[in-house]
């Protein structure tokens, strides 16, 4: 007699769709981390515009506390944060600025399919009126006697 062959039946089947599983969750993978670097790089952006229009206005204050040029204050503040000022409508004297400010995007996925940069901007006014710090006419706190 001889011995019967074993059937083959599904033997390593499961090596493909694991295969299969992993290549999609690396892919999942590395579009989580491309979208939070995207993320990361917006915020950076506007953090940088912010401070870039802050810096602008107090050089462009129409009072003439600071001297200098806006543009040239933004764009300093812009090169710090190794941004790039995209835009500035900062003239000296003026009452507000308005700035646009780029920060490239350390992705992998998303510069290929989107954005290379992404660009934010920001507004910095003065308001007429009392001075942006003042002192109070009397403590925030209140004194008790000890008795």
């Known amino acids: 007699m001889t011995a019967a062959a074993a059937p083959r039946g599904e033997d390593g089947s499961i090596v493909p769709v694991l295969g299969v599983a992993v290549a999609a969750a690396a892919l999942v993978l590395l ?7 995207y993320l990361a790089a917006a915020s950076r952006a506007q953090a940088t515009a912010d401070a870039a229009a ?10 003439g506390r600071a001297a200098g040029d806006p543009a040239r204050e933004a ?9 790039r ?8 004297g003026a009452a507000s600025v308005e700035v646009a400010v780029s920060v490239a995007v350390p992705a992998l996925v998303v ?10 901007v920001a507004t910095a006014e003065l308001r007429p009126g009392e001075p942006p710090v003042s002192t109070p006419a009397r403590p925030p706190f209140r004194t008790t006697a000890t008795p």
Do not use: G, M, N, S
């Not at 579009?31 to 670097?37: F, G, I, M, N």
């Not at 802050?54 to 009072?63: E, H, M, S, T, W």
């Not at 764009?75 to 941004?83: C, E, F, I, M, P």
């Not at 510069?111 to 934010?120: E, Q, S």
């Open 54 to 63: 802050l810096a602008a206005i107090v050089v462009a204050d129409p009072r």
């Open 75 to 83: 764009l300093r503040v812009a090169d710090a944060a190794d941004a």
């Open 85 to 92: 000022l995209d835009a500035c409508t900062c003239v000296t």
């Open 31 to 37: 579009l989580v981390v491309d979208v939070v670097a």
């Open 111 to 120: 510069t290929r399919l989107a954005a290379r940069r992404v660009t934010a």
